[in-house]
């Protein structure tokens, strides 16, 4: 069955406001277009999950987009603070979970298991449990040791960035995955973006590589870049002056509007978004782009 | 050596810390700076495991984050985050190495809030790995630059739980082992930080220079006159962007 359609009716159809969305990409393939894509059209009341997240949570709080935050991780990696995020908690204006990033990782593994938790080693010491969030502990059936019980966290729907896939949907991924493919599986429904759609037979040729398998995605589209200014092994590098330049920006409420304005909603879709990046850096980070690809 | 920068003397002390044939689980920035050099000098055979899945990662760039492409360029294996954690879990990783904002004596480390939780006078980014490294790792290494601010009578959060003594009885292993700066090491013997020793160039006043809490020298305690001239040249080479 053809699963393919376009990046403006994959979020139509598929987003809703008020679900919560598990977001791909952990520095890799960060679905960034789908991200937008949301912003522009306007969906509301958003709840945003995952382990480590990228700028992308920070823009979707900036842009008003998410009411919610559940994640392990939210800032900038590597540069600082996500300054939407910490202006919204001083505000009050945000509802937010303070995880871990492995407790996200099993909330995420529990959803995708079908089973209500996992037990674990952590979040028993410090003082993450009890802030904003609430961690139950057993005593072990076996052993009689103490543990605590991640719960099951089951998205609506997961957003996912990979290099490639047939149209019906079997999506083949490389690279750096974090929770990417764990978060995809524990959730309802499943879009993606792909850099390109193979025929199936060249799904074929390396079915290890298929991550996802079609009969659990819902909708598929074909959007080259699709994880700029994130980088997706074996197409394009990270374009790491776009997170320096977000972190100046972001740092006042008119600095990150300017930014929306000028990367969202000012750009009609993703191709004017691209001609707004420029011919001239999309080449250097294709030109950086690693030699590892699918077959 | 006496200018080397403050950020690649942290390396090089942390570096000591580090044993061929370990694996270690590290963080973004000081962390990751100190177990390359570490890679690249006395311990070739030690493997570097980063939270995004990478494992026998070998970074030639400073990676912003765990899942930059530096990180997987060079790698042995790129597996995913749950297999990691669980090598975490199960008691795999000899080391962990972590940084954080704060810090204080019994080695508690906090990335999540200054000031009230809910009433915050900066909002950080939060644990990511840290707290279960903290957790689970067989030994942790904490560095932290040499910044009064930094350390704590008492964090204001525990993001990354330090010495306690409930540890035992939840099966997990002791915490801290060093605490270090690019002026001195401190050991956590007594279950709270004590000056093991001092590095090259710094005096005991020194290391312990505008800490807020009372500091005991250890029983071991050394000072180390210099590091070794290949190490520091291993610094120059490889993490170049430290000596900008």
């Known amino acids: 069955m053809d699963k393919s359609t376009g990046l403006s009716a994959l979020v139509e159809e598929h987003i809703k406001n008020g679900d919560t969305i598990f977001v791909g990409g952990f520095g890799h393939c960060v679905p960034f277009a789908l991200g937008f894509e949301i912003i522009r059209q306007g969906k509301k009341d958003l709840t945003f999950c995952r382990s480590g997240t990228d700028i992308l949570f920070d823009i979707f709080i900036g842009a008003g987009s998410a009411k919610k935050v559940v994640y392990g991780y939210l800032g900038n990696p590597g540069i600082g603070l996500g300054h939407a995020f910490r202006r919204a908690v001083k505000a009050g204006t945000l509802e937010y979970e303070d995880w871990t990033n492995m407790a996200m990782i099993l909330r995420l593994e529990a959803a995708r298991q079908g089973v209500p938790f996992l037990p674990s080693r952590i979040l028993q010491l410090g003082d993450i449990a009890g802030a904003s969030i609430e961690v139950k502990t057993m005593e072990c059936p076996y052993t009689g040791e103490t543990l605590a019980c991640i719960p099951a966290l089951k998205p609506d729907v997961a957003l996912v960035h990979a290099q490639q896939a047939d149209r019906a949907g079997n999506v083949q991924f490389m690279g750096v995955d974090g929770d990417t493919v764990t978060g995809a599986l524990a959730s309802e429904k499943i879009v993606v973006t792909v850099e390109r759609f193979v025929e199936p037979e060249e799904i074929q040729k390396s079915p290890e590589n298929t991550r996802i398998p079609s009969h659990r995605v819902s909708g598929i589209a074909d959007v080259e870049w699709g994880a700029l200014p994130s980088y997706v092994e074996g197409y394009y590098g990270r374009d790491d002056d776009h997170f320096f330049a977000y972190d100046k920006e972001a740092r006042s409420e008119e600095g990150l509007a300017d930014y929306l304005k000028r990367y969202v909603h000012d750009c009609a879709d993703h191709a004017a978004y691209l001609d707004l990046v420029g011919e001239e850096l999309l080449a250097k980070l294709k030109a950086q782009a690693s030699a590892r690809r699918i077959a | ?244």
């Open chain 2, 1 to 244: 050596m006496s200018d080397l920068p403050a950020a690649a003397r942290l390396a090089l002390a942390a570096a000591l810390e580090l044993q061929d044939g370990e694996v270690c689980f590290v963080g973004i920035g000081n962390p990751s700076d100190a177990a390359l050099l570490a890679k690249h000098t006395h311990a070739p055979d030690m493997s570097l495991i980063y939270e995004s899945g990478v494992i026998g990662s070998d970074p030639k760039d400073p990676p912003l984050s765990t899942g930059s492409p530096s990180v997987a360029d060079g790698a042995m294996m790129i597996t995913d985050g749950l297999a990691v954690f669980a090598e975490l879990q199960a008691g795999r990783i000899d080391v962990g190495l972590l940084s954080a904002a704060q810090v204080d004596p019994w080695g508690n480390l906090n990335s999540t809030v200054i000031g009230d939780y809910h009433n915050p006078k900066i909002r950080m980014v939060g644990s990511g790995g840290a707290h279960d490294i903290a957790c689970l790792a067989q030994r942790l290494v904490i560095l932290m630059p040499h910044d009064p601010r930094r350390f704590v009578e008492k964090v204001d959060f525990i993001t990354s739980p330090g010495r306690d003594a409930a540890r035992a009885g939840l099966n997990l292993p002791p915490g801290p082992v060093s605490l270090i700066t690019e002026r001195a090491r401190f050991s956590f013997e007594s279950g709270v930080a004590q000056l093991a020793a001092t590095m090259p160039g710094f005096t005991e006043a020194e290391a312990i220079e505008g800490i807020p809490w009372d500091i005991k020298i250890a029983a071991t305690f050394e000072a180390v006159s210099e590091f070794a001239a290949t190490a520091v040249e291993v610094a120059e080479s490889r993490l170049s962007y430290l000596f900008n």
